[in-house]
């Protein structure tokens, strides 16, 4: 029957200058990936003041007594408004949406701008009811 018990005395050790060593490599590497973004998606701040614009229609529809169906079927059209508001089409929005998703350090500065904004205009609101 094999030994399957790790033989740490027998392991090879990696020096500390050999660590650094790779660890240098690694974000020599690392910095030389440069990657574009692609033309046909939306900027940062478009696509924080589009998820905006979502999540004041979507909270206003929060405040109807109605089905998730019914909501929906009243989102759609607004959506599409808004698309055409914008000059933006559904493919972008979903191009837009997969590149940040792929990109988390982005895709956090958009939703810090997106809660920054929406918390903002919720204390103008507060303001305005006193």
Do not use: W
């Not at 060593?21 to 589009?50: D, Q, W």
């Not at 607004?78 to 990109?103: M, N």
Request: negative net charge; aromatic residues 10%; glycine residues 4%.
């Amino acid at each position: 029957m094999p030994n399957f018990a790790l033989d740490y005395s027998n392991r090879s050790k990696m020096t500390r200058s050999g660590l650094i060593s790779l660890m240098t490599m690694l974000f020599v590497v690392a910095g030389c990936k440069h990657e574009e973004k692609p033309t046909n998606i939306l900027s940062k701040e478009e696509y924080a003041r589009f998820l905006v614009n979502v999540y004041v229609a979507e909270s206003k529809l929060n405040t109807y007594a109605i089905t998730p169906d019914s909501a929906m079927q009243l989102f759609l059209p607004y959506e599409q408004a808004l698309e055409k508001k914008l000059g933006i089409g559904d493919s972008v929005i979903q191009k837009t949406y997969q590149y940040y998703l792929a990109h988390p350090e982005e895709l956090e500065e958009i939703y810090t701008s997106v809660i920054d904004t929406l918390n903002l205009m919720e204390q103008k609101a507060l303001m305005k009811t006193k």
